[in-house]
């Protein structure tokens, strides 16, 4: 079985096991690589397929590993994976499972870690399709001191969520106005002129008299004004939305736990005081 030799193991400190299973190459490659880009150290990745002997490293799925891993990868032919998980905390059929996984050529991927950083390595392994059996973590539990027993204390805290309300409308729509105008048009007409001049006494026509009775017609002419209305483009107008920022103060109480302390008994100041101080240190 070619393996490095982070595969799970009983660790202190509460660490977990988080183990899956890759079909193919690839997709464990880019496992290893996103765990790595998310700061998993070297040590806290393990890896390990069914390949025997020699062969397995050297090849170039394991060299690419050991550059991935920042480290030469050692092969082990006499390894059980299924010991391995047992040995960290694995139930005997959770173990199982991933040693017949890898008896079908399989590769095995574990991270070793704790709290939200165990669920950040399981959900990038779940991503990228890995099969992580019936859970997929092995919880490991620490050696407890016998008579002491562990208080978790709790707090809140104000998480804020945004979304976006109508906060008013706005209607746009055009209406007909009349109104009044009046224009000063200068307009022209003719009027008729009779202007008579005196003459002293001169010769008229040879005509009789009373021959030239014939009437003489003038038309006068004005100008008329005739109104016509067109409709001309008076303004332009651009609608549009743009967004505004703003800051929006919230508050709100939270609570959190504190642990504190009853004497009972005959414990002396000193004793109380030295205790005190390890709470305070501790917290």
């Known amino acids: 079985m070619a393996t490095n030799t982070n595969l799970p193991k009983r660790t202190p400190g509460g660490l977990s096991s988080t183990v899956a299973l890759f079909r193919d190459e690839a997709r464990a490659e880019r496992a290893l690589q996103e765990l790595k880009r998310e700061g998993f150290s070297e040590t806290?990745?393990?890896?390990?397929?069914?390949?025997?002997?020699?062969?397995?490293?050297?090849?170039p799925f394991w060299e690419r590993v050991g550059r991935t891993l920042n480290r030469k990868v050692q092969p082990e032919s006499t390894a059980s994976v299924r010991e391995s998980l047992q040995a960290a905390g694995m139930s005997e059929p959770q173990a199982r499972y991933f040693?017949?996984?890898?008896?079908?050529?399989?590769?095995?991927?574990?991270?070793?870690?704790?709290?939200?950083?165990?669920l950040q390595a399981r959900s990038i392994l779940d991503r990228l399709g890995a099969d992580l059996g019936a859970t997929g973590i092995s919880?490991?539990?620490?050696?407890?001191?016998?008579?002491?027993?562990?208080?978790?204390?709790i707090g809140e805290v104000l998480q804020v969520h945004k979304e976006k309300v109508q906060r008013g409308e706005v209607r746009l729509h055009k209406e007909v106005v009349s109104e009044k105008k009046s224009v000063d048009v200068p307009v022209m007409h003719e009027e008729f002129v009779i202007e008579r001049l005196r003459v002293d006494g001169r010769t008229a026509p040879h005509s009789a008299l009373g021959e030239d009775s014939g009437e003489i017609r003038i038309p006068l002419i004005e100008e008329q004004v005739h109104v016509d209305k067109t409709p001309i483009?008076?303004?332009?107008?651009?609608?549009?939305?743009?967004?505004?920022q703003e800051t929006q103060h919230v508050s709100d109480t939270v609570r959190h736990e504190e642990l504190r302390t009853d004497q009972k008994g005959s414990m002396s100041e000193g004793e109380l005081r030295n205790l005190r101080d390890k709470l305070r240190n501790a917290a």
């Open 44 to 59: 806290e990745i393990g890896i390990a397929t069914a390949g025997h002997g020699n062969a397995g490293q050297s090849s």
């Open 233 to 244: 483009v008076t303004e332009e107008i651009h609608i549009g939305k743009r967004e505004v």
């Open 139 to 153: 919880v490991v539990p620490p050696p407890v001191a016998e008579g002491l027993r562990d208080i978790q204390l």
């Open 99 to 118: 040693d017949t996984g890898l008896a079908r050529g399989d590769i095995l991927v574990s991270v070793r870690a704790s709290g939200d950083r165990a």
